[in-house]
């Protein structure tokens, strides 16, 4: 078979053995496969990604020297199944699946491994038991999108966002917007997105956000009074007091008053900030600029060593939380929702390439800001990049 192999941060199209499956194990024809940012940012930073994840036990994938057959984000077709596995999937069934595949006694993160070939290939292997079935007529294309969109997905749980809660996303890239897709779909009513790009800015508005900012001529955070949210202690200092002053005036034990407007959450308005970057800086910069009380939730994946300043944080009392990944049960519920149009993820696909391409378009996404997801068709002949 075909696979784009990379090595020594060069990607190249090279003839690979099929992959054979193991028992509890799926081949597959590759159908569709989105190029992922982590992709990006593996290919460069191969080596410090791997020691960073050897520290946590990880271990198959630690040198840029190794070749790995990137691409976790794939739809694909049945072929065949490993000895003695009960497939619910009869071959030519269309599925996607959790990209992770049993080796041993280790788990590997299919595309992000030496030993496990992703969907930057013609054939790749999928655990049987964490396959799904693609319903619903849905395509093959769209749903090749379940992966990045159950990364949005689990940003937003872990949220913890309410509908009446105002979200504030940093970078309109595939995350963000996966992000924003998924605020809209839980009914948050206030989406408030900022990127430097115009074409990424107009993504975010049919994606769902209900303001868009340019930080280059606005803050996202300018309209924060406007929204009742306090941005500094002189602000907190007068709201502490003048609650106590207003509660004193009450025939009623002012400590009781106060105890049932914390339970109510008085005085606590806040928004809930995703950053969606993944570059140094961009955390201090929404610490800086975020309200009293803001809830950060950290989704993009920034390689380098990073700087925050924890005195700004604690007086503003930040909640700064960080997403990775999703649960098999967010994986399936984000299938259902992309086939039952609760979500309507066609719009980030902005090109597809076959192979050949691969190389191409990671030159373009990394540098670049017109694209946002772009597909590879492993059984395209396609050399260029086709906007979609």
Not at 62 to 76: A, R, Y
Not at 197 to 215: E, F, I, K, L
Not at 320 to 344: C, I, N, S, W
């Amino acid at each position: 078979m075909k696979a784009v192999v990379c090595k020594d941060k060069r990607l190249s199209v090279e003839e690979r053995p099929d992959p054979v499956p193991e028992t509890g194990q799926l081949l597959v024809k590759v159908l569709r496969c989105g190029i992922c940012g982590s992709d990006l940012h593996v290919r460069q930073h191969c080596d410090h990604w791997g020691k960073l994840m050897s520290r946590h036990g990880y271990r198959s994938l630690q040198s840029s020297s190794q070749e790995v057959v990137m691409g976790h984000e794939f739809s694909g077709e049945v072929l065949d199944a490993g000895p003695r596995t009960r497939s619910p999937f009869k071959p030519g069934t269309p599925i996607v699946a959790v990209p992770l595949l049993r080796r041993g006694k280790d788990i590997d993160l299919v595309g992000l491994s030496a030993h496990s070939t992703g969907g930057y290939a013609e054939r790749a292997l999928v655990q049987t038991t964490l396959a799904l079935r693609i319903p619903n007529g849905l395509s093959p294309t769209v749903a090749a999108l379940t992966e990045p969109m159950a990364v949005g997905w689990h940003a937003v749980v872990r949220s913890e966002i309410k509908s009446k809660d105002v979200a504030i996303v940093i970078g309109c890239g595939p995350v963000g917007l996966a992000v924003i897709c998924m605020l809209k779909a839980k009914g948050v009513r206030t989406i408030i997105a900022s990127d430097f790009s115009p074409t990424r800015r107009d993504m975010a508005t049919r994606c769902g956000a209900t303001q868009v900012v340019d930080p280059a001529q606005t803050s996202p955070y300018a309209n924060w009074k406007a929204l009742g949210f306090q941005n500094d202690i002189p602000g907190l200092l007068e709201l502490a007091l003048s609650s106590k002053e207003q509660l004193d005036k009450v025939p009623l034990p002012w400590w009781h008053l106060w105890a049932i407007g914390e339970k109510l959450g008085i005085g606590r308005n806040r928004p809930i900030v995703f950053e969606c970057v993944g570059v140094p800086g961009v955390l201090q910069s929404i610490i800086s600029g975020t309200p009293q009380f803001s809830r950060i939730i950290g989704v993009g994946v920034c390689m380098q060593t990073d700087q925050i300043e924890p005195a700004i944080a604690i007086n503003k009392e930040i909640d700064l939380r960080f997403a990775v990944g999703y649960t098999p049960l967010e994986f399936r519920q984000t299938l259902h929702m992309l086939a039952e149009g609760k979500v309507d993820a066609a719009p980030l696909i902005t090109g597809t390439v076959g192979l050949h391409g691969v190389d191409e378009a990671f030159g373009t996404l990394g540098s670049a800001t017109d694209h946002v997801k772009i597909l590879v068709d492993p059984s395209s002949h396609v050399r260029t990049l086709n906007a979609a």
